[in-house]
């Protein structure tokens, strides 16, 4: 599966949720503006039970996660 089919798969999937108050990690990684790259790794590693299978993902989080704080927000 490329990148793109990947996202659209996370585009169209959420992960469960259990009460209908926003979680307080949720909120976090929202601000930080990486809650699609949080979210696709959280799936891949449920789909896969294997972090090492999902590498692309966790790299596209740190990626993220770097912009953010680099940009000092």
Do not use: Q
Request: hydrophobic content about 25%; overall charge negative.
């Amino acid at each position: 599966m490329n990148n793109s089919e990947k996202e659209t798969a996370v585009e169209n999937r959420s992960l469960p949720v259990e009460d209908e108050d926003e979680d307080e990690w949720d909120a976090r990684i929202k601000k930080t503006g990486c809650y699609k790259e949080n979210e696709a790794l959280l799936i891949c590693h449920f789909d896969t039970h294997d972090w090492r299978k999902c590498t692309s993902e966790m790299k596209a989080f740190k990626d993220c996660m770097n912009s953010y704080k680099n940009a000092g927000i």
